[in-house]
């Protein structure tokens, strides 16, 4: 059905760089239209802060572009084509209900993908309807805006709009479509689409695209290669971005190779969940049966996803195989250590612990801080800062630490979120923790080592509140907003979606969402939202 182009001003300043790619990248394809679309939710200050009109958005025709059921002037949208490993099984895949609209280019001169999700069949679509339901749609919309609270590099959540048309799953669903923001939607899988089905010089346009609309700031060491940078800047994104997830207890639940992103970002939110107690086996998703996507396995998960790419990228590594495979081995190796320097940074930093700054992260190491930094583009959190010592030897002795809390915490089934919460606030812990002995004298190793430190407690608790988030979109929360929306009730999504925004506020707002789950929603599952 030929749609038509619609003129209102909402401030969009589309680009179509990615439609400069060769064609085996994509499809043009336009929306199908839907019956009755109507706005659900607008993220008014991201809007803003895009350099669009919030209240043109809300116009009718700017609705009509968010529905797929008009294409915004200036535009010429596509699906894109890509591949990935589904569970450990290679697909050939690609947006099977998501166009591209095009890019937009911010005022701050960001360059966004702007996504319709749920916008209808594609070449891509395989057996699927190409659509999404309303519920799932909201659910990516909050937890993405939390993960942004968070200071995680996320993809962003614009509108959803409902179609007015309801689509079969298990049962019949209302219909939505997301409008998602990205730094780019390339993914592991777009490289493994290149390899598989492209010729060398396909892999490399895409290769040199990635790297111009991604990191063409960084600086190559003399003589490298512009693909091996380019594999160690993701390496180095993603060690930087599962340490966060880990951080704050998220679990993606989904990380296909096709959910992996070469921006840094966090991407897909199917079936992803916040962990309530800590155990490192939890899984929430139904389809994920073997556990291989459960919290304590997505480090080594992110690296099995990181080899793929590499794999994808050999021919670009070196013209000769064998070379080629131990330049990416080679790269791949610093994956560990990336992850564990992030992690162990961090998880100091949930124990008011200053990491010292060491001669080698500001020398060499291919400029691992401003690289990962650079990927984070959401709210910054306070920077664990140096203590002044060039060595850092109390490494072993905290990663001990940290080693022993948890595992408490896992034996006595305590709240991940809540047990750093209530330490930053000074307050005792959970009973089933604080009354054992283990705990007892693990506090008392704590504060000891909070004492050898030069600063003072109160730079300690500043460092904890900056990393312990007193507020995560808790299942039982986000469920509870979701069935109040879809009854038309949309305040208390917007109190979850305002403690959200600020989760280091430790705001009184924010006291009555610190609960955990009730008793009800401790074998709660999430489903893929398809
Ligand atoms: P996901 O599980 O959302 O990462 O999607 C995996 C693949 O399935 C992607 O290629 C999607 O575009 C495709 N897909 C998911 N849901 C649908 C649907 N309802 N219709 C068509 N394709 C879909
Ligand atoms: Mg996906």
Redesign the pocket.
Same mark, same amino acid.
């Given at each position: 059905m030929p749609v038509k182009k619609t003129e209102v001003n909402v401030g969009w300043k589309w680009h179509d760089s990615y439609g400069e790619l060769p064609e085996l990248f994509y499809t043009r394809q336009t929306p199908v239209p839907v019956r009755a679309p109507e706005l659900f939710v607008l993220n008014e200050s991201y809007a803003a802060a895009l350099g669009l009109g919030p209240d043109a958005l809300r116009s009718e025709e700017a609705v009509q572009t968010l529905a797929g059921n008009e294409v915004p002037a200036g535009t010429s949208p596509l699906a894109q084509a890509y591949a990935?490993h589904q569970f450990g099984h290679f697909n050939r895949l690609g947006d099977g209900r998501a166009l591209l609209l095009g890019e937009h280019m911010t005022p701050a001169g960001q360059r966004l993908d702007i996504q319709l999700k749920g916008s209808g069949r594609t070449p891509y679509s395989r057996g699927g309807d190409g659509r999404a339901a309303l519920g799932p749609m909201l659910r990516e919309y909050i937890i993405s805006e939390a993960m942004y609270g968070l200071g995680i590099p996320t993809t962003r959540s614009l509108a959803v709009v409902t179609t007015g048309e309801m689509i079969l799953r298990e049962q019949e669903l209302p219909g939505a479509i997301l409008t998602r923001v990205a730094a780019s939607h390339i993914r592991v899988g777009t490289f493994q689409y290149a390899a598989a089905w492209g010729s060398v010089e396909d892999l490399r346009a895409l290769a040199d695209y990635t790297w111009l609309r991604h990191y063409s700031d960084v600086l190559l060491a003399e003589g490298q290669s512009r693909y091996l940078a380019l594999l160690l800047e993701v390496i180095r994104r993603q060690a930087a971005l599962i340490a966060q997830w880990q951080l704050v207890g998220f679990i993606h639940g989904?990380m296909?190779t +096709?959910?992996m992103t070469l921006s840094g970002e966090t991407? +897909?939110y199917?079936p992803c969940a916040f962990m309530d107690q800590f155990d490192p086996a939890t899984v929430y998703s139904s389809i994920d049966q073997q556990g291989r996507y459960a919290y304590g396995n997505q480090p080594d998960i992110a690296l099995w996803n990181l080899a793929r790419l590499a794999e994808a990228l050999l021919p670009l590594l070196h013209e000769d195989e064998e070379a080629a495979i131990r330049i990416a081995q080679e790269a791949l190796a610093e994956f560990p250590d990336l992850y564990q320097a992030h992690w162990l940074r961090g998880m100091r930093a949930k124990l008011g612990l200053f990491t010292p700054a060491l001669a080698s992260e500001t020398a060499d190491v291919g400029g691992q801080q401003s690289a990962t930094e650079k990927g984070n583009e959401g709210n910054k959190r306070t920077e664990p800062r140096s203590d002044g010592h060039n060595h850092d030897e109390h490494k072993d002795a905290d990663e001990q630490l940290i080693f022993d809390l948890l595992q408490l915490m896992h034996q006595h089934r305590a709240d991940y979120t809540n047990t750093f919460r209530l330490l930053t606030l000074e307050q005792p812990v959970e009973p089933t923790l604080a009354e054992t002995a283990e705990y007892v004298s693990w506090y008392t190793r704590w504060q000891s080592r909070l004492a050898m430190q030069q600063q003072t407690r109160e730079q300690s608790l500043e460092l904890m509140r900056s990393s312990n988030p007193a507020v995560i979109p808790r299942n039982h929360r986000v469920e509870e907003a979701l069935v109040a929306a879809m009854k038309g009730d949309h305040g208390v999504m917007e109190r979850l979606l305002d403690v959200l925004a600020k989760p280091f506020a430790y705001s009184t707002a924010q006291e009555e969402y610190s609960a955990g789950p009730p008793d009800s929603m401790c074998n709660y599952r999430t489903f893929c939202g398809t």
């Open positions: 990935g989904v296909n +096709d959910n991407i +897909d199917g």
